[in-house]
């Protein structure tokens, strides 16, 4: 006699998802020391403007840190990691489980949300130990008090946003390494494509501005914080949806 399991999708996706973040922990050593590395060139002159006024013998010089560098160097590490995640080496071990594309996908796409959410955290983290660093080694009295200290919401807020972007970020990262399994051709028209893509974008910056900077503004200028998490957690979706699709075109084991 034999007895047949039925295994519900949800399971199966819960399973994968554990199994990722186990196998992918150093994942979480590398954002750390990338954003150690960010830390360090914020903290050693990564200024955003410096200005310097003389008279009767007398400097003045203003700077203006910012902590951008940490999220930059964020973007890159989850870029990298979400446009590898989807190759063969990270895609195989899907196979020691009863699943298919769905499931491999939704697990994927669950590692990416804690992963997005785990750099959010971080990068407003961090942010505060610049403010920190600065304030102790360079001293209060040369500081402006406005808008160095920041509340619990405004810090619950930045983890938010933050983690949102890299979310869809990571997404996009995702679905291009999705999209370069398709063909093997597709691994130097796609780098190439995407070189071309920016080197117009900075020439049409020049002389069309509104031309570049409307589809970032689509997200970064939105006021409203419910269209704001509509429009990121839309755009997602569109994305997954598409990788999903695209998965079922590449070749199985």
């Known amino acids: 006699m034999m007895s047949l399991t039925e295994i519900s999708l949800g399971t199966v996706v819960k399973k994968q998802y554990i199994f990722k973040l186990r196998s992918y922990a150093n994942l979480y050593v590398s954002l750390v020391i990338t954003q150690l590395i960010a830390l360090l060139f914020t903290i050693g002159g990564m200024v955003i403007e410096n200005r310097g006024i003389g008279w009767n013998n007398i400097f003045l010089e203003v700077k203006f840190y910012s902590s951008l560098g940490i999220f930059i160097f964020t973007v890159f590490w989850i870029l990298i990691y979400s446009f590898i995640l989807p190759f063969p080496s990270y895609r195989y071990p899907d196979f020691s489980f009863v699943t298919n594309r769905v499931s491999s996908n939704m697990a994927n796409m669950g590692f990416l949300i804690t992963a997005a959410i785990a750099g959010g955290v971080t990068v407003t983290l961090g942010s505060l130990l610049v403010r920190n ?35 869809l970020l990571g997404t996009i990262g995702y679905f291009l390494g999705i999209l370069v399994q398709l063909h093997r051709s597709l691994y130097l028209i796609l780098p190439a494509f ?18 570049v900077s409307q589809p970032i503004l689509f997200f970064v200028q939105e006021e409203a914080p419910v269209l704001f998490i509509l429009k990121i957690i839309g755009s997602v979706l569109l994305l997954w949806l598409g990788a999903t699709i695209l998965s079922n075109r590449v070749e199985l084991r």
Not at 137 to 164: K, P, Q, Y
């Open 133 to 167: 660093i600065i304030y102790y080694i360079g001293g209060n009295e040369g500081i402006l008090s406005s808008n160095f200290w920041v509340s619990g919401g405004d810090l619950f807020t930045s983890m938010a946003v933050g983690s949102l972007y890299l979310l």
């Open 194 to 211: 995407i070189l071309g893509l920016l080197i117009y974008a900075i020439y049409a910056a020049r002389t069309n501005p509104g031309l």
